[in-house]
């Protein structure tokens, strides 16, 4: 699976940004997906996942209620919505497949693709 991100850029403090995973050579439909940030010095973390069908979310506690993770499963595409956004929320984003497990995991181990990252900056 080749996985691409998009989205990615400059914004101010309380601004928004979508990003977008697309995927060529497999249907992500096979696979819970995850976003997952890591930002200069600190360790990379899932801020969400989906469930294959899309019925099942998590969401790590810093971003709860401003970030919102879909999928498009015919359009083969994954997307984060990032709202009210903050310098905290700075780091290199990535898109990850995990198809082995059934529950939705957040380590960064237990997702097999990955994609190149996009660069989120947001300025105070």
């Known amino acids: 699976v080749q996985m691409v991100e998009s989205g990615g850029g400059l914004v101010q403090a309380g601004g928004s940004l979508r990003l977008s995973c697309s995927a060529s050579g497999r249907t992500l439909s096979r696979y819970n997906m995850g976003w997952f940030r890591q930002a200069p010095g600190k360790e990379r973390e899932c801020v969400a996942a989906?469930?294959?069908?899309?019925?099942?979310?998590y969401y790590v506690a810093s971003v709860k209620g401003r970030f919102t993770i879909s999928r498009d499963n015919v359009k083969n595409t994954v997307a984060l919505k990032m709202d009210s956004l903050t310098p905290e929320d700075t780091a290199v984003y990535y898109c990850?497949?995990?198809?082995?497990?059934?529950?939705?995991?957040?380590?960064?181990?237990?997702?097999?693709?990955w994609g190149q990252g996009t660069q989120v900056t947001v300025s105070s």
């Open positions: 989906i469930s294959r069908e899309g019925l099942h979310t």
């Open positions: 990850a497949a995990d198809f082995i497990h059934s529950h939705l995991a957040t380590g960064g181990d237990d997702y097999a693709y």
